[in-house]
Every structure is written in C-alpha cells, then in structure tokens.
C-alpha cells in the first residue's frame, strides 16, 4: 500500500535519517513473513517518531499495538536514561518477531512487552506518561486518550496513527464504516480537548500528534 507516489515515498527517505541496520533487517522480514506488512511504520515514519522520542526524552512511553516491533524500537531510541516504554498488544502472532529484534538491538531491559488488552493493563502501569503513540484497534482510540490524557506530564505527547484511514475520512457519511467512523470522532474529540493542542500531519496514513498543556 502507497500513501504517496512510490518516486516521493523514496525521495522523502533518502532525504531522512539513516535506521539503523537491525530496523531495515525487521521491515523487510515484516515485508515478506506477515499477512499485512503496511501495519509496520517504515522508514520516514519511524524516524519521525525517534526525532519526537529524543526531543521529548521519555522516562515513561507506553504504545498501543506492538505488531513486530518497528515503533517501539523507534521510540526506544529516545527514552531518556533508566527510561522504560511498555508496548501493548491484545493478540500478537508476530510477537515473537518482535522480541527477537528488541533483544537484536540490545533493548529487551527498557522495553516492556504486554499480551494483554490495553484498557487492562494501562492502569496497572504507575508513574506519569512522556510519551504515548497510539495504534491499534481504531473502535478504542477515543477511550485510550480517555486513560492517558490526565496521566501524560506537561508537554508531553500523545501521537494517534492512521488519523487519514486512506483517505476514508473525506468520504460522504453514508459510505462510512465503524473505523472511519471512530477515527473523525477521535481527531474532532482531540482537536477540541482544552487539556491539549493538537496537529493532524499528512505523514504516511497521518498522524495526530498532541502535546499536554
């Protein structure tokens, strides 16, 4: 799947920071060994959320849908010293992937692996969150920024991926399905939280990006 002309997809990331070899390694296993590879990040994406990671500096990141691993070893990059980001899925098939390519990396003591559903397991995690991304099940985004947004610090940033669902969002109402649905709602409930402010970037299938007041 192509967000942007394959010609600008490759001029965006040979204009972009180099991943690292072990990220490149997992995006083309992720690529060839399981059934939807365009849920992984990729390149320009990822590098985005590690310049946003080392700008914030997390002590505390939490993610919400691990699939094999790419966001979290992203994120990872920038978590400030003895940081810690916990990563959530409720059913991983590829979680092992994702394990082999933490340990790969050298990350397995600063990141957290949970099989589990989110909305039971964000609350058993204590401290304050720096940093949070968000993508998952599109039905639950409104009632994950719901459970963070008190707990995030101030400045710190809750990141929502696939805000565009290709283009979905601009289709008339009648043609919308649940997710769309879900995801209209989620960018109109952020955009008018006074808790936060917001800017939704054109950025692959479209990020969210709000920092806590």
């Keep these: ?16 920071a180099q991943e690292p070899p072990y990220l490149t390694e997992l995006a ?9 590879p365009q849920m ?10 590690s310049l946003l990671s080392h700008l914030v500096r997390p002590k505390l990141a939490l993610e919400i849908g691990t699939f094999t691993g790419y966001s979290a070893l992203c994120i990872a990059e920038g978590l400030a010293p ?8 409720i059913f991983n098939p590829v979680a092992a992937i994702a394990d082999r390519y933490f340990r790969k990396a050298g990350l397995t003591d600063r990141i957290r692996q949970h099989i589990a559903p989110a909305l039971e397991v964000i609350p058993r995690i204590e401290g304050r969150f720096d940093l949070v991304f968000i993508d998952a099940d599109k039905s639950n985004y409104t009632r994950y920024f719901d459970l963070v947004v008190d707990r995030m610090a101030p400045g710190g940033l809750i990141i929502a991926d696939n805000v565009l669902w290709s283009g ?4 008339p109402d009648a043609s919308h399905d649940a997710d769309t649905r879900n995801l209209i709602a989620y960018a109109e409930r952020v955009n008018t939280d006074p808790r936060v402010e917001s800017v939704l970037l054109p950025l692959r299938d479209g990020l969210l990006v709000s920092r806590r007041r």
């Design 1 to 16: 799947m192509h967000f942007l002309h394959s010609d600008l997809e490759r001029y965006a990331a040979s204009h972009s």
């Design 82 to 89: 003895n940081g810690i980001l916990h990563t959530i899925d």
């Design 40 to 49: 992984l990040s990729g390149h320009v994406q990822g590098r985005f959320l």
């Design 28 to 36: 083309a296993e992720t690529g060839s060994s399981t059934e939807l």
């Design 168 to 171: 979905k969002v601009l289709e």
